[in-house]
């Protein structure tokens, strides 16, 4: 089945402790990015990777970090996390290309995270 | 920069009435537009897409979309709403072609009166 996995599906952590959110996807895909989800902002993206060892930032980069060293794999880091980071976390790929391309987003289910 | 609007929070419809759900963008060149659903502890799964082509977009669930470039709007429609149609509704946009920004719209919700 065609899927994007994220783990874990919640965690909770407190300030200035390392984490790492996974994100795999198994449709060959080249594009992958990260977005958060936040009560009327939206969705908003923080980084995207447009193949391995390719990575640019969203909007909402700071505080984050990523890493695209395989195709499937593009793992969210937050070295230090801080309270203003608690939110919803999704992943995402899709083909890359054209007109001819899908250009149709598949999502994971999601991560939320607590920064207490 | 490029940006999606939707001016309504919150929508609410009767079952078997027709729903709008709105959406107007900024981009500097041709839009790529995009609608997805959200359903309670989910992901988003992707509705529809405007690329080019027939300015009527069909997609799943009986869902369509209206660009119309004039007004800037991609309006999301459907003719008869269902109960199960009530979700979270996200528009977004990307440029043509720049890069591989998303840019999303700050969500609507639908809610299907029984």
Known sequence: ?116 | AQSVAQPEDQVNVAEGNPLTVKCTYSVSGNPYLFWYVQYPNRGLQFLLKYITGDNLVKGSYGFEAEFNKSQTSFHLKKPSALVSDSALYFCAVRDNPGTYKYIFGTGTRLKVLA
């Open chain 1, 1 to 116: 089945e065609a899927q994007v996995t994220q783990n874990p599906r919640y965690l909770i952590t407190v300030t200035g402790k390392k984490l790492t959110v996974t994100c795999s996807q198994n449709m060959n895909h080249e594009y992958m990015s990260w977005y958060r989800q936040d009560p009327g902002l939206g969705l908003r993206q923080i980084y995207y990777s447009m193949n391995v060892e390719v990575t640019d930032k969203g909007d909402v980069p700071e505080g984050y970090k990523v890493s695209r060293k395989e195709k499937r794999n593009f793992p969210l880091i937050l070295e230090s996390p801080s309270p203003n980071q608690t939110s919803l976390y999704f992943c995402a790929s899709s083909e890359r290309g054209g007109f001819g391309a899908s250009q149709k987003l598949f999502f994971g289910s999601g991560t939320q995270l607590s920064v207490l």
